[in-house]
């Protein structure tokens, strides 16, 4: 399948009817920004973003998430706003992801859905999911890394940018067209 503005722009249409998280994730991408820069967000709404990212795949083992979810609950509240304002604070996307990945239970991947959800307009969420459509799509040439290194989520972040760019749409209509191909088929 070619991503073209047309396909990309009748994809990201279908996503709201075929994920009920939806509205959730747009409310979401509207407020934690702000929320999250001003610090006066709580345990739970840095925690949503923990279990949006394991929860919005069905396909996703359930043990293994449940793992997951619990490490990064071990985390101190001191140390998830540390990670979060250090993340906030740093000029670079490599700094930014290893501030988030000193906490318990936040990889690479995981980290990449906070980027998301601090600025969505310059960050998408990183799974195998979303790489392996741009893959298919013809848009990268290698597969999904094993552990994505900042490197890979970099050349991934363009390649992104790029097909939005090309497509006239953000990044988060990207991620629904993304999301539907992998669905749709």
């Keep these: ?16 009817d075929a994920h009920p998280f939806a509205t959730v994730e747009d409310e979401h991408r509207e407020i934690m920004p702000a929320t999250l820069e001003s610090g006066d967000y709580g345990w739970r709404d840095v925690e949503w973003v923990v279990q949006w990212y394991y929860r919005r795949r069905l396909d996703y083992d ?45 990889d690479p991947s995981v980290a990449t859905a906070f980027l998301q959800f601090l600025d969505p307009g310059r960050y998408l969420v990183l799974s195998d999911r979303e790489w392996g ?7 990268l040439e290698e597969p999904y890394p094993e552990e994505p290194s900042p490197a890979a989520y970099e050349r991934y972040l363009e390649t992104c940018q790029d097909v939005a760019d090309r497509c006239e749409c953000d990044l988060q209509t990207l991620y629904r067209a993304l999301w539907q191909v992998e669905t749709s088929e």
């Design 1 to 16: 399948m070619e991503l073209t503005a047309d396909t990309v722009d009748a994809l990201a249409d279908e996503y709201a």
């Design 62 to 106: 359930n043990a293994a998430r449940r793992r997951r979810e619990a490490a990064f609950g071990d985390n101190e509240y001191e140390a998830v706003h540390a990670a979060i304002d250090d993340a906030l604070a740093a000029d670079e996307t490599e700094a930014k992801l290893e501030a988030l990945t000193t906490l318990s239970g936040v």
């Design 133 to 139: 459509v741009l893959q298919d799509c013809g848009e």
